[in-house]
């Protein structure tokens, strides 16, 4: 059977979920427990969400209806909000404040909500849109741009992109 990236995308909501779950069962007692599971879930996150937005959205959005160009703004604002504003401004917190049990909730809840939109509509609508010989050749895309430089190069964009972000608009006290 051949691989499918709608699985694999999948199965990786499934193992940030469960991250975010474990962060936000913690209590600011877990003061070295806290930064050490935001960074699995950056680990997870990232480039996940990175593979998306530079190749799966833009071919998604080559094919799409109407429905499904709706369907792919908001998903790539989803993105922009958890990468620019949620998750830098969690990171600037100090794990044992309530900012940070706060925003790591925000978080989750932003993960959570845009992981089922995507699956029950983007991916459906993708399950029609692509084939599964296509699904499969993206599949192995990812898993290459995952062991290649590339990613490196993408998280340190991002992570500049974020920096800016919060030096722009820092969050509230």
Do not use: C
Not at 112 to 123: G, I, L, S, V, Y
Request: hydrophobic share 40%; charged share 35%; glycine share 2%.
């Amino acid at each position: 059977m051949s691989n499918d990236i709608l699985k694999t995308l999948k199965k990786e909501h499934d193992e940030v979920n469960a991250l975010l779950e474990e962060l936000n069962n913690t209590t600011e007692r877990a003061e070295k427990g806290r930064p050490e599971l935001l960074k699995k879930i950056k680990a997870a996150l990232l480039p996940h969400a990175l593979w998306e937005e530079k190749v799966l959205y833009p071919e998604f959005k080559k094919r799409a209806d109407r429905d499904g160009l709706q369907t792919h703004a908001e998903a790539v604002q989803e993105h922009r909000a958890v990468e620019l504003r949620v998750l830098p401004d969690l990171e600037a917190a100090s794990p044992t404040s309530p900012e940070f049990a706060g925003r790591a909730k925000v978080l989750g809840e932003f993960v959570e909500h845009h992981a089922k939109e995507e699956e029950k509509t983007m991916f459906a609508m993708a399950r029609k849109l692509f084939s599964a010989e296509e699904r499969a050749d993206l599949d192995a895309q990812y898993a290459q741009w995952k062991a290649s430089p590339q990613l490196n190069e993408a998280l340190a964009q991002a992570s500049e992109k974020a920096a800016a972000a919060l030096r722009a608009n820092p969050p509230p006290a």
